[in-house]
Every structure is written in structure tokens, then in C-alpha cells.
T-cell receptor, first 111, second 114 residues
Framework: GESVGLHLPTLSVQEGDNSIINCAYS??????FIWYKQESGKGPQFIID?????DKRQGQRVTVLLNKTVKHLSLQIAATQPGDSAVYFC??????????FGRGTSLIVHP | SAVISQKPSRDICQRGTSLTIQCQVDSQVTMMFWYRQQPGQSLTLIATANQGSEATYESGFVIDKFPISRPNLTFSTLTVSNMSPEDSSIYLC???????????FGEGSWLTVV
């Protein structure tokens, strides 16, 4: 798995703005991708997923974009709210069904 | 999604002791996994808990240090043996949804070794 340092990348936004969190993956054979949200003191919570035969998928206030050419995944959160403040992780699976997690991004939403 | 319960949710442990974490799922699942999340870091897979047989460990994790049991399709335990402060982490139980692929997590067990 990928190692990360003690300081996560941080994205600070104002309440009501749109947030974009990015993730690069390394395994070109990965065919399934998941975004998780982890609030302080809690386990990761499934947000949205996308398979490699798609390049966009929308949920409630969230959109995931997949660019297989450059192995890039993004999570867009519309009208960001203080409750969206958390660490966001992308995960990929390819071949095996077991997800490999990327380094997280800390989203801070200012009221 | 499955409801995953872990016990204990938190504990402070003495160096050299062992602690067993329990994971109970409210429905039968095929795959159960144990992850570790060290402070400020991402999730690292420790092992896949196999029902009725020995767990499958990832590189860097061994059975003597992290013995795992899975007696049935809804329950698993992870033991952290002979703990040192470096074992202070969140230990997370996760399961694969019946529909396949999506992995769901419990709330984690937050261990501090002193």
C-alpha cells in the first residue's frame, strides 16, 4: 500500500462553495473505485463508487469523475456544508476485490 | 449495507499485553477484512479473515502478532499480541457487500498502548 506522512493534504472551503478532491491511482488494471468519508472518531463511510466502464457518476450532492487515461479520480461536492468536514479517501480495486487506499485529503468547511 | 459492530471501541493497554477485538455483522457476508489505520495515515490491510481456515495476511503482518479467527459468516476476532506503543492505532473491521465489490467498515477500535 501507499505510505503517507503525518500531514494530510488539506482543502479549505467556504460553506456553500463547491469542493473538488483529487486522487491519483497507480494500477492501470484497477476497475472499481470508491470514495469514503471519515469523520473524526469514526470509521470510513461509503460515499459513492464508479466502475471503469464509466467516466462520471452522480449521487446526492456528490459527483465522481474518472479519467483512466491519466489514472485520476475526483470527488466533487456541491454546496459544501460544515457537516462535510472530514477526511476523504479514494480506494481502487483491480484483479483482487480488496481495495487499496490512497492518501486521504482533509476537507475543512468554514461557516 | 451491513451493520458492523466492533468491541471494544476504545482501550488503553499496557505494553506487553494482548487485546482481542471482536467484529459482529448483522448479516452473513462472504468476505471480512481487518485494516489498521495509524494516526494521521491511510488504511492498511492486515489480513483477510477466512471462514473456517487460517487468515490470509498481507506483507508485513504475521499470524503470531495478529492472530485472527472467523468461526462463522458473521463474526471475526483480531488479537493484537504483545503490544508496544507502535501498535497504537485504529483497527477496523470491514466486510464486502453481498452485491460484491463495495467494502463497508465498522466504527473501529481505537487502541492506545502505554
Amino acid at each position: 500500500g501507499e505510505s503517507v506522512g503525518l500531514h494530510l493534504p488539506t482543502l479549505s472551503v467556504q460553506e456553500g462553495d463547491n469542493s473538488i478532491i483529487n486522487c491519483a491511482y497507480s494500477n492501470s488494471a484497477s476497475d472499481y473505485f470508491i470514495w469514503y468519508k471519515q469523520e473524526s472518531g469514526k470509521g470510513p463511510q461509503f460515499i459513492i463508487d464508479i466502475r471503469s466502464n464509466m467516466d462520471k457518476r452522480q449521487g446526492q450532492r456528490v459527483t465522481v469523475l474518472l479519467n483512466k487515461t491519466v489514472k485520476h479520480l475526483s470527488l466533487q461536492i456541491a454546496a459544501t456544508q460544515p457537516g462535510d468536514s472530514a477526511v476523504y479517501f479514494c480506494a481502487e480495486t483491480g484483479g483482487s476485490y480488496i481495495p487499496t487506499f490512497g492518501r486521504g485529503t482533509s476537507l475543512i468547511v468554514h461557516p | 449495507s451491513a451493520v458492523i459492530s466492533q468491541k471494544p471501541s476504545r482501550d488503553i493497554c499496557q505494553r506487553g499485553t494482548s487485546l482481542t477485538i471482536q467484529c459482529q455483522v448483522d448479516s452473513q457476508v462472504t468476505m471480512m477484512f481487518w485494516y489498521r489505520q495509524q494516526p494521521g495515515q491511510s488504511l492498511t490491510l492486515i489480513a483477510t479473515a477466512n471462514q473456517g481456515s487460517e487468515a490470509t495476511y498481507e506483507s508485513g503482518f504475521v499470524i503470531d502478532k495478529f492472530p485472527i479467527s472467523r468461526p462463522n459468516l458473521t463474526f471475526s476476532t483480531l488479537t493484537v499480541s504483545n503490544m508496544s506503543p507502535e501498535d497504537s492505532s485504529i483497527y477496523l473491521c470491514s466486510v464486502e457487500a453481498l452485491s460484491g465489490n463495495t467494502i463497508y467498515f465498522g466504527e473501529g477500535s481505537w487502541l492506545t498502548v502505554v
